[in-house]
């Protein structure tokens, strides 16, 4: 699946793969490991959170410039985790 930035338009991504059992995806968190990914704008649907972190593999981009950037992040209220994924 190509990277999206909208949680409605992952939801509704036609895998190809039809689950035995609908659900509704009510609640849960945005995951943000990459730089290169994290979030621009916050209009995660209500329900969900926003975690930002820095994946082990991506330590070497780890500088003042992006600290003071994740220092930013965690000041909006939908970020509601710090950690790494990996």
């Given amino acids: 699946m190509p990277y999206y930035s909208d949680i409605r338009t992952i939801l509704d991504a036609d895998l ?8 509704d995806v009510v609640e849960g968190v ?3 490991c990459d ?8 209009l995660a649907q209500a329900g969900f959170g926003v975690a930002v972190g820095l994946h ?9 410039e992006l600290y003071r950037h994740l220092k930013h992040l965690l000041r909006n209220e939908r970020v509601v985790a710090l950690g790494e994924v990996g």
Avoid: D, H
């Fill in 16 to 23: 190809g793969i039809r689950p035995q059992v609908e659900v």
């Fill in 56 to 64: 082990p593999r991506k330590e070497a981009r780890f500088n003042p």
């Fill in 30 to 32: 945005l995951i943000y």
């Fill in 35 to 42: 730089p290169e990914t994290y979030p621009t704008s916050f």
